[in-house]
């Protein structure tokens, strides 16, 4: 089992740049999967990007593709998420998600353990 904590939500201007973190519990982070997805309001929770439990394999959604960067830390049990050129349009609640034994994946049906979510909103 995993609990996940993510921090580094913030009000941002468009254009701006922003690290967010998400820390796990346990001992066994390696073996999972990470993802992290979004909601903005009245909307349905997306997919944003994954990562393998290695970080040999990243995926990311068209939208952020090139703007928004996956990496993870297993020496420090961390995955982070580097949002580059923020845009108004970003504002939503970002989840960070954890899958055991998985090489990441846009489903969020796949992944079995969540953080609480950090605010991310930006103005224009």
């Known amino acids: 089992q995993v609990q996940l904590v993510e921090s580094g939500g913030g009000l941002v201007q468009a254009g701006d740049s922003l690290r967010l973190s998400c820390a796990a519990s346990?001992?066994?982070?390696?073996?999972?999967?990470m993802g992290w997805f979004r909601q903005a309001p009245g909307k349905e929770r997306e997919f944003q990007t994954a990562?393998?439990?290695?970080?040999?394999?990243?995926y990311y959604a068209d939208s952020v593709k090139g703007r928004f960067t996956i990496s993870r830390d297993n020496a420090k049990n961390t995955v982070y998420l580097q949002m580059n050129s923020l845009k108004p349009e970003d504002t939503a609640v970002y989840y960070c998600a954890a899958q055991l034994r998985g090489l990441g994946s846009p489903d969020e049906g796949d992944y079995g353990y969540w953080g609480q979510g950090t605010q991310v909103t930006v103005s224009s």
């Open positions: 346990g001992r066994t982070f390696s073996r999972y999967a």
């Open positions: 990562i393998s439990w290695s970080g040999g394999s990243t």
